[in-house]
């Protein structure tokens, strides 16, 4: 089974810090994605890696970056945390564009 | 852009069955998936459509029409534990074959 994992299951953090969030997967997958999913507006996806050292920019990447420096590792990074960045993010990963997408458990963002 | 649409909730009995709809518009489709997701929980993978028609898999089963741009998940057999967030999920060609998901579909099942 694949198992994607994420650091934190629950993190608060104060305005203006640095957060990462971390997640591995563990099947040699080629594509990893960050989402962030919020009541009523569902899933939102905010960054992709398609290979190593590779990102794109999804439909909300603004106030957000992030590193791919290993295969099995994606970093989602907030340079300065904001309230509006509450949130629940997920990690997923998928062999290719024709596979279905694996998630991680999610880590709850609580920005005070 | 895309545009996917899937009511916000849905009661069921215990035993019954339950048809979850979802469309959708989009301009490169390239496939519809299906996933559940339990309160608390990370969604799961439940089918995926290319091509119209149904597809089964157990208890579940999925349909697609590209020319309508409708698709629907049927629970059969109903249980307590399907009681969960349905998430219809479009891929898009113009969109880096990435997936967008439908706001989700939670579905309370009663006995």
């Known amino acids: 089974d694949v198992k994607v994992t994420q650091s934190s299951r629950y993190l608060v953090k104060r305005t203006g810090e640095k957060v990462f969030l971390e997640c591995v997967q563990d099947m040699d997958h080629e594509n990893m994605f960050w989402y962030r999913q919020d009541p009523g507006l569902g899933l939102r996806l905010i960054y992709f890696s398609y290979d190593v050292k590779m990102k794109e920019k999804g439909d909300i990447p603004e106030g957000y970056s992030v590193s791919r420096e290993k295969k099995e590792r994606f970093s989602l990074i907030l340079e300065s945390a904001s309230t509006n960045q509450t949130s629940m993010y997920l990690c997923?990963?998928?062999?290719?564009?024709?596979?279905?997408?694996?998630f991680g458990n999610g880590t709850r963002l609580t920005v005070t | 852009g895309q545009n996917i649409d899937q009511p916000t909730e849905m009661t069921a009995t215990e035993g019954a069955i339950v048809q979850i709809n979802c469309t959708y518009q989009t301009s490169g489709f390239n496939g519809l998936f299906w996933y559940q997701q339990h309160a608390g929980e990370a969604p799961t993978f439940l089918s995926y459509n290319v091509l119209d028609g149904l597809e089964e898999k157990g208890r579940f089963s999925s349909f697609l029409s590209r020319s309508k741009g409708y698709s629907y998940l049927l629970l059969k057999e109903l249980q307590m534990k399907d009681s969960a967030s349905y998430l219809c999920?479009?891929?898009?060609?113009?969109?880096?074959?990435?997936?967008?998901f439908g706001t989700g579909t939670r579905l309370t099942v009663i006995p």
């Open positions: 999920a479009v891929r898009d060609q113009t969109g880096a074959n990435n997936l967008f």
């Open positions: 997923a990963s998928r062999q290719d564009v024709g596979s279905p997408l694996h």
